[in-house]
């Protein structure tokens, strides 16, 4: 039973446009949302995170929104850039963190010039 | 490079075969991660360890698998009789203080494992 979901493998954005990245969980007890961003032959690397008693945060091009009613979040990157080409994860985290992070299957997001 | 380093970064066993993965946590790091993608797959939770324990290994196959992270060196994650479904990219991730925890898990390049 997966308790985070990402439905869509690959998202395919033109250059400068706003790419919207979504993933969906089914266990209320997370408290901690967190993006991860991953290269090819890379370890993923730290994006951007929000905690479950906020409802949207903003770090620069990155800004993730949670839907605590709908257990939906989606991560929005405006404006598009060819770096941004990777693969998403969405992860979860419930209070304590001492059974890590639970990560989504990804989301290929691929960068159009 | 002050980094989560992982070594092999690729290694090929043929069935039957031991498999050793290493991890150095980053500098001032004390919790260590393993995670486990296959093919087509997200990261999957394996084991959770402090120096000399192992807090949670509820993602660790019940046989052939095991991990350590003793009080001197690397973490280590150690598959015994290899077979071919073993074949993945191996992760290990650091964090400083399960206090802090939001989450924020550092991440090494991973271990290619391949099963002939």
């Known amino acids: 039973d997966q308790q985070v979901k990402q439905n869509s493998p690959s998202l395919s954005v033109q250059e400068g446009r706003i790419s919207i990245l979504n993933c969906d969980y089914t266990n209320s007890m997370f408290d901690y949302f967190l993006w991860y961003k991953k290269y090819p032959a890379e370890g993923p690397t730290f994006l951007i995170s929000i905690s479950s008693i906020k409802d949207k945060n903003e770090d620069g091009r990155f800004t993730v929104f949670l839907n605590k009613s709908a257990k939906h979040l989606s991560l929005h990157i405006v404006p598009s850039q060819p770096g941004d080409s990777a693969v998403y994860f969405c992860?979860?985290?419930?209070?304590?963190?001492?059974?890590?992070?639970?990560f989504g299957k990804g989301t290929h997001l691929i960068i159009q010039p | 490079n002050a980094g989560v380093m992982q070594n092999p970064r690729h290694l090929v066993r043929r069935r039957g075969q031991e498999a050793r993965l290493r991890c150095s946590p980053m500098?001032?790091?004390?919790?260590v991660y393993w995670y486990r993608q296959l093919p087509e797959e997200g990261l999957k939770f394996m084991v959770y360890?402090?120096?000399?324990?192992?807090?949670?290994e509820s993602g660790m196959p019940k046989e052939r698998f095991s991990a350590e992270f003793p009080k001197e060196g690397p973490s280590i994650l150690r598959i015994q009789q290899v077979v071919r479904g073993d074949s993945a990219a191996y992760f290990c991730?650091?964090?400083?203080?399960?206090?802090?925890?939001?989450?924020?898990?550092?991440f090494g390049e991973g271990s290619r494992l391949t099963v002939l």
């Open positions: 500098k001032g790091h004390s919790h």
């Open positions: 991730a650091s964090s400083p203080l399960l206090g802090s925890n939001t989450g924020e898990l550092f």
């Open positions: 360890l402090q120096k000399e324990n192992i807090i949670d």
């Open positions: 992860a979860a985290l419930t209070g304590g963190g001492a059974d890590g992070l639970t």
